[in-house]
């Protein structure tokens, strides 16, 4: 193979024109598969069918690949909700708007978690950049809607508008089967329903969560699980190292491993934690219902008070998995899946005239709006955020359309 480009040699049959946007493909793909720090330049180049040193003729190393296809993500959506001028009514421009996300949400399912999860590898000055074309997105829609809904407040607009985000982008956090134009139809549809949602007052008292044990009364082990949560909600998994978790919970790099052989056991130990905690609301919500309608809502709440009081150990457990032990990850999947079929089944009982196919889909929106928008709103002291985000979930599953 020539070492040259094929614009500089000339040689189109051994190098496709169109060879970077493949490796970037493939590079999207499997950092939203396997985690950024868990591919290798060789899987990559295997995937295109090249040899690894090739990869090079198109990107210097591993981190420009994450720059490369997670920008161009956002310039996609950036893209997408860029609108010609002449659409200037609201209701036009907000349909336009939600046509278009559903669109790209679809089509670009497979790399959604580069913008969801693995943009945290990016260094600042490429995360400013996102940030502000995340902030451009959500005024983009939150502008229109003001006008179409004058008492919606500005900052319950851009709320909104980030729950409507939130809800496309869930395609990318599971692998639930969907037809594309029946995925685009739901996508929309639920936004729909987000914009015109009333989100519940701010004067709703929120749910506090339990009050956090004092480190020296708990058990060690729980101090050390406490502490790694923190650790890698701040840093993520691969930044932080037994030694620092050992620092943090006060405990003697050697005794760390009385309690877990590894970080692999102790991220492990976290997960199921998290699962024994869902599956505990999920039951006790269903156990109290009285119809499908009071089980849904109760579902929807009682996860939404349990993503508020466990915020970094629901980030964890939303960011971290593909850095689990493979075998821990199978497990932990068959009950995250089973969690989900509970919502499935409650939200079929409560709507008949959908599809398992599409409770599922729905389903996940919600449970991926509750967790998004807790990470959007829990630094702004704001009263009822649970209950404001909780009758949103609430507003995609069952709203009229």
Known sequence: ?????????????????????????????????????????????????????????????????????????????????????GIEEPYERLDALLTELARLGVQRRRVGGLYQWEGRYLEAEDKARLRSDSRTVVERLADP??????????????????????????????????APARGQELLRAGGWRLLRAEPAPATTPAQQPAPTPDAGLRPRRETIMAEAVRLFHLHGYHAVTMDDIAAASGTRASSLYRHFAGKGELLAAVYYRAADRVAATTAEALAAASSPADALSRLVDSYA??????????????????????????????????HVEEWVRVLGLERPELSSGDCRILAHGALNLIADLARAVRYDNRAGADRMIASLALDLLTAPS
């Not at 049959?13 to 939203?32: H, N, Q, S, V």
């Not at 809904?149 to 939130?166: N, Y």
């Not at 915020?311 to 075998?327: G, I, K, Q, R």
Request: aromatic letters at 4%.
């Open 1 to 85: 193979m020539s070492a040259g480009s094929a614009v500089d040699t000339g040689s189109a049959a051994k190098r496709p024109k169109d060879r970077k946007a493949r490796i970037a493909l493939a590079a999207a793909e499997l950092f939203c598969e396997r985690g950024y720090h868990r591919v290798g330049i060789d899987d990559i180049a295997a995937v295109v069918g090249i040899s690894g040193p090739a990869i090079y003729n198109h990107f210097p190393n591993k981190y420009a690949m994450l720059r490369h296809t997670t920008l161009a993500l956002s310039d996609a959506v950036m893209a997408a909700t860029e609108l010609p001028t």
């Open 145 to 178: 809607l003001t006008m179409l809904r004058p008492e919606v407040e500005p900052a319950q607009a851009r709320l909104l508008a980030r729950a409507v985000l939130s809800l496309v982008g869930s395609l990318s956090t599971h692998r639930a089967a969907i």
């Open 305 to 338: 008070g349990m993503v508020f009081g466990q915020s970094d150990l629901v980030a964890v457990y939303h960011a971290e998995n593909t850095n689990l032990p493979e075998a821990d990850r199978h497990e932990l999947r068959r009950a995250q899946r089973a």
